[in-house]
């Protein structure tokens, strides 16, 4: 077993000390009642409240809220400490609205379910949401009035007058499950 030097005493010494201290004070704080303690620290009474505050049965009662108006109209951290005066509206800046493109009237439900490719044929799966029903559509054919004017990878161009519409896999199928 190691052997404890004379160094080590000294310092279990001084912690001892510190710790029977600290009982101590913990010990006047917990049962002395706060007036005994602090009423003479330093020779002066430190028990004088403001005639202002109310304390009943020992307890602070808070004061009315209106009592703290003036507080509320001179910012407490303000360097004037003046009333308050609310700055003028800054005016409205106009910004070029850029108008967003128009489908013009695209039914926002049909969805792309597939593609199918084979030999000379091309198709596309379309259905839309909230239906249990689909139709494989090919390139010229009709669907909701809107005609396939070509098939890619991932979409179909659908047309109807001068207007088109790219119609993605999966797209409004991913935005309705967010």
């Keep these: 077993m190691a052997r404890i030097s004379g160094l080590s005493y000294a310092v279990l010494a001084v912690l001892t000390l510190a710790a029977s ?24 009474d430190l028990s004088w409240t403001p005639p202002d505050l109310a304390i009943a049965g020992g307890v602070f009662v808070m004061p009315p809220a209106a009592q703290y108006s003036e507080i509320k109209r001179r910012p407490v951290f303000s360097q004037t400490r003046r009333p308050y005066v609310m700055p003028p ?13 128009v489908r013009h009237d695209f039914p926002e439900d049909v969805v792309l379910l597939g593609i199918l490719r084979t030999g000379d044929l091309q198709a596309a799966l379309l259905s839309r ?19 396939v004017q070509s098939l890619g990878e991932d979409f179909v161009i659908m047309s109807h007058k001068k207007n088109r519409n790219h119609v993605y896999l999966y797209e409004k199928l991913q935005n309705t499950r967010k």
């Design 89 to 101: 509206p800054k005016p409205a800046v106009r910004q070029a609205i850029r108008p967003e493109p």
């Design 21 to 44: 201290g600290l009982a101590y004070l913990n010990w006047q704080i917990v049962f002395r009642p706060p007036d005994q303690i602090l009423g003479r620290a330093g020779g002066k």
């Design 129 to 147: 949401i909230g239906t249990d029903t689909a139709r494989w559509i090919g390139k010229g054919d009709e669907f909701l009035h809107w005609r």
